[in-house]
């Protein structure tokens, strides 16, 4: 068996036409699954917090601890250039959107933030 973390990165193409509850159960079940996921375009302020609500309810003491969730605005020059997904997803140009990071609360840390980097520790299950 693989040791490790399993990260899902997800393209906005992926998520474009889902509903708002679709997202969150998508994202959520990922992340229960002890799986680190990446969002191209990351969730409007109302996904988030539905995420963030629905996330509460399934908390549980002994199995189930939270997510940890990074987000920031693209704009940098990268971005411009396709972004962090354009190569992977054969895109020429990357939407104004922003990215998120979103895993396990007991398995995720984030290490530093700034306007053009997220560094996160991840340890395995």
């Given at each position: 068996m693989i040791q490790?973390?399993?990260?899902?990165l997800i393209s906005s193409e992926r998520l474009e036409n889902l509903t708002k509850l679709e997202k969150v159960?998508?994202?959520?079940?990922?992340?229960?699954?002890?799986?680190?996921?990446?969002?191209?375009?990351?969730?409007t302020p109302d996904e988030q917090?539905?995420?963030i609500?629905?996330?509460?309810r399934e908390i549980t003491p002994d199995g189930f601890a939270?997510?940890?969730?990074?987000?920031?605005?693209?704009?940098?020059?990268?971005h411009h250039k396709g972004?962090?997904?354009g190569g992977l997803f054969g895109k020429k140009e990357s939407s104004s959107g922003?990215?998120?990071v979103i895993g396990p609360a007991n398995q995720m840390k984030t290490l530093k933030k700034d306007k053009d980097l997220i560094?996160?520790?991840v340890s395995s299950r």
């Open positions: 490790g973390v399993q990260i899902d159960r998508l994202i959520l079940d990922e992340v229960m699954e002890g799986n680190v996921i990446v969002l191209e375009k990351g969730l917090s539905m995420l609500e629905t996330t509460m939270g997510i940890e969730m990074e987000t920031y605005s693209a704009g940098s020059s990268e972004g962090l997904f922003r990215l998120t560094s996160t520790w």
